[in-house]
């Protein structure tokens, strides 16, 4: 059974960086692809980034330019880097491997004055 645990969510000001990262267990991590997902208050979740087995990434309008998602096989990590952020981004956000309906807890990013 899959299991991914997210970190590295904080509170920052707009226009700063954050870096989320998030181990995945229980899978054959180079065969699926994986994304990162939001949930704001008020809102339904959303998707934010994915990236195929085959390195090809997609992010959502509202966040290109700005974040990147990355992989690593190797430690069946998910990374997303988050820069320039911008109040809207406030929300919790997910890892999740896509095929699968394991979702983690997710990790807050907050961001204010």
């Known amino acids: 059974q899959v299991q991914v645990s997210e970190s590295g969510g904080g509170l920052v000001q707009p226009g700063g960086s954050l870096g989320l990262s998030c181990p995945a267990s229980g899978i054959i991590f180079s065969e699926h692809d994986i994304g990162w997902y939001r949930q704001a208050p008020g809102k339904q979740r959303e998707m934010v980034a994915t990236?195929?087995?085959?390195?090809?990434?997609n992010y959502t309008d509202s966040v290109k330019g700005r974040f990147t998602i990355s992989r690593d096989n190797g430690y069946r990590l998910i990374s997303l880097q988050m820069n320039s952020l911008v109040p809207e981004d406030t929300a919790v956000y997910y890892c999740?491997?896509?095929?699968?309906?394991?979702w983690g807890r997710g990790t807050q990013v907050t961001v204010s004055e």
């Open positions: 999740h491997v896509l095929g699968t309906d394991n």
């Open positions: 990236i195929s087995t085959r390195w090809q990434p």
